[in-house]
């Protein structure tokens, strides 16, 4: 346990089905005494492992908060075997906002962890998370998408596990997920790439982790929101937890690992020549970047100086220096 200063309006002891708040205290100008309240739900019936289910982690990531809701109506204690413990706005104020970063304190909680119980509320939210939920947990679930700026395909994100054990649950998790593409970090599991993530803060605890993109755009996609529900309901019955549930035939997935971004060095109108999926070669120009305010300007070439598909795009039109306008990955090793 953490010195933390939140408080838990729920019991994690307790079975039964139990919903609130965690209580994060923020004194500001128009309340003295007052709380952010992180909405918290934990159905939990007798033995059996626990989950931790994350969405909002990033503000402006929509699917998985609608998912995650939907399981808070739909799932009660009979229905499982363990604990489910369920965040749908784990960043509440970036949530509420319909941001990536909280509006209060700039904070992106998922470059925030293992946080800090006497910092910003992001630092606050994220140090909870690590040290007083983690340690609950068996497994966590992280849902993301590609936020405003960026759209991905329902992709599963998963390290190559610490051990052999761990390897096993994570292709067991990706299997039972079944979304079409599997994105693999290599070097098992990266904690540089991921320490400041809830990836992160599941690897310090112990916890088999995995997260998922699932579409993005700032919009909710009709095919990957129910791609996102059954994937839940088909891991939580992978593990035991879910009895009387009865998955239909497994559809397959691409397992991928990341070759890089493809950045804009100009700012304009991105004219993209490449859509998800798409083959590209190393050195192919894969788009340009168009200038409507000088339009007798002839437009940049945009190269990609990676070899693989197009994983994820840019959702938005403008760019500038330093935008990503593609994620290229290639099949997994
Ligand atoms: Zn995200």
């Known amino acids: ?69 939907k399981l808070v109506q739909e799932l009660s204690p009979k229905d499982i075997l363990g604990r489910i413990i369920l965040l749908t706005m784990a960043n509440y104020p970036a949530a509420a906002a319909g941001l990536r970063t909280s509006p209060i304190d700039e904070g992106n909680l998922n470059r925030t962890f293992p946080g800090d119980p006497r910092g910003t509320p992001t630092q606050m939210i994220a140090d909870y998370i690590e040290n007083n939920l983690m340690p609950l947990a068996d497994y966590m679930v992280d849902l993301h998408s590609g936020g405003s700026s960026l759209f991905y395909p329902p992709t599963m994100l998963r390290g190559m596990g610490h051990n052999e054990g761990e390897a096993t649950k ?12 599997a994105w693999v970090f290599t070097g098992g599991g990266g904690p540089n790439s991921t320490a400041r993530t809830a990836l ?53 997935t691409r397992e991928l690992n990341a070759r890089g971004s493809v950045f804009a060095y100009e700012a304009g109108l991105f004219e993209p020549f490449k859509e998800i999926g798409d083959p590209v070669h190393e050195g192919e120009i ?20 990676y070899a693989g598909i197009v994983l994820c795009k840019r959702a938005m039109g403008q760019v500038k220096r330093g935008d990503a306008v593609y994620q290229i990955a290639g099949d997994a090793a």
């Open 286 to 305: 894969v788009g340009q970047v168009q200038h409507p305010d000088a339009p007798w300007k002839m437009p940049d070439p945009v190269r990609s100086p």
């Open 200 to 252: 992160g803060a599941a690897n310090r605890n112990g916890v088999t982790g995995i997260m998922a993109e699932l579409g993005g755009g700032g919009g909710v996609d009709l095919d990957i929101l129910r791609q996102t529900e059954r994937g839940l309901r088909r891991i939580l019955h992978s593990l035991g937890m879910l009895p009387g549930y009865r998955p239909d035939a497994t559809r397959g």
């Open 170 to 181: 994570l292709t067991s998790l990706q299997a039972a997920f079944d979304l079409p593409y």
């Open 1 to 69: 346990m953490s010195a933390t200063l939140i408080t838990s309006e729920v019991d994690f002891a307790q079975e039964g089905k139990q919903t609130g708040y965690l209580q994060v205290p923020h004194s500001v100008h128009c309340s003295a005494y007052g709380w952010i309240p992180v909405p918290v739900a934990v159905i939990s019936d007798s033995e059996g492992p626990t989950v931790l289910m994350i969405a909002g982690n990033h503000g402006d990531e929509y699917e998985g908060q609608i998912a995650l809701t």
